[in-house]
């Protein structure tokens, strides 16, 4: 099917996009990123944006890795993410959950901050800034907002974007030393997620474990994207893990949680898998992104 008609603007910078959204204040507009939610939503009529700004902006398709974080601009492709060897040192989750986006076209054209604008409540990227402890950064006319990842995604196709707001990048603070992962059960027919598990689990003690401490579990981060209309933290998942042994009666101790913090009556139901199913599968995947994470923090598992 064709799009309804709109009227097509390009922006070449922040400025001029944030001009635009201004000028448009009163039509419904949406913003062109990679395109790959919004072209195939106008095609279904889903969408039908009185005007497109299309974002041709390459500063915001750049990374910048600082000494405790990496700024991800908003129009950085997953195949960037995944190449990036900036990204797979200092926020390696955001690598390893961008590879399992779609495939190598999606790839190339999707960015993060589409990924995270459009919600979609089985997206990866979310899960992973999520475990992330990740921060959006917005922009309007009038300045600049921060809103932490915990309060961004507000349901299917909601978040706290505003009006006239841009995205322009992610900021991802770097873990301490322990291991993440992101694990996922694919669909088989429309290659997203229908449930994913983002954990970044750091450990204390390290070298040597003289204090007894080396591999206990000084914090962590559990995210899942799938099982509700949004990516969710597990915080129970998460306090089970806290002053424990990363080994495999801890592990399993927390994934047995996966659902505590969920209302069961929310986990989604369709075609695809029942509400009852993606509980099951949101366990074996916390447990399965914990192993790998224990892995990894015992240095037996590549990074990604
Ligand atoms: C066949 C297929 C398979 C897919 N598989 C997966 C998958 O496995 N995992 C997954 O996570 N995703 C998957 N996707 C979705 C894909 O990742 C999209 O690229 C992503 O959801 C949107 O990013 P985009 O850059 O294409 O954004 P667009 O489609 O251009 O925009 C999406 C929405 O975000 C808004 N937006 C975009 N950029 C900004 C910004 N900077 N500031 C404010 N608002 C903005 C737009 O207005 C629009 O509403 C798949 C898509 C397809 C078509």
């Known amino acids: 099917m064709f799009p309804a008609e709109f009227d097509y603007e390009r922006a070449a910078s922040v400025s001029e996009a944030l001009a635009l959204l201004d000028e448009h204040a009163d039509a419904?507009?949406?913003?062109l990123a990679g395109g790959h939610s919004l072209v195939p939503a106008m095609k279904n009529r889903g969408r039908e944006p009185d005007v497109v700004v299309d974002l041709d902006v390459p500063a915001l398709d750049a990374v910048n890795a600082l000494d405790d974080r990496t700024v991800v601009g908003a129009l950085t492709t997953y195949a960037t993410l995944v190449d990036s060897g900036a990204v797979r040192s200092t926020v390696p989750l955001v690598a390893e959950a961008a590879s399992e986006v779609g495939d190598t076209q999606i790839r190339n054209r999707g960015t993060i901050g589409g990924n995270l604008a459009a919600a979609h409540p089985g997206a990866?990227?979310?899960?992973?800034?999520l475990a992330s402890d990740a921060t959006i950064l917005l922009r309007n006319r009038d300045g600049k907002r921060e809103v932490?990842?915990?309060d961004f995604f507000r349901g299917d196709g909601e978040t706290a974007v505003e009006r006239g707001e841009l995205l322009t990048g992610v900021r991802v603070p770097h873990a301490d030393d322990g291991g993440f992962a992101y694990a996922r059960k694919t669909h088989p027919a429309t290659g997203y997620a229908m449930v994913g598990v983002a954990a970044v689990v750091e450990t204390g003690g390290g070298g040597g474990g003289d204090d007894g401490?080396?591999?206990v579990v000084s914090s962590a981060r559990v995210a899942a994207t799938g099982a509700v209309d949004r990516a969710?933290?597990?915080?129970?998942?998460?306090?089970?893990?806290v002053d424990e042994p990363l080994d495999a009666a801890t592990i399993d101790a927390a994934a047995s949680e996966a659902t505590d913090d969920i209302d069961t009556g929310r986990l989604r139901s369709d075609a695809h898998a029942s509400g009852e199913f993606r509980g099951e599968l949101l366990e074996t995947y916390v447990g399965r992104a914990l192993e790998t994470a224990a892995d990894r923090a015992a240095g037996d598992t590549?990074?990604?």
């Not at 969710?232 to 893990?241: A, H, I, N």
Request: charged share 25%; aromatic share 0%; no cysteine.
């Open 28 to 31: 419904d507009v949406e913003i």
């Open 124 to 129: 990866d990227l979310p899960a992973a800034v």
């Open 232 to 241: 969710v933290r597990l915080p129970s998942v998460e306090d089970s893990l």
């Open 213 to 215: 401490s080396e591999g």
């Open 302 to 304: 590549p990074t990604a």
């Open 148 to 150: 932490g990842a915990t």
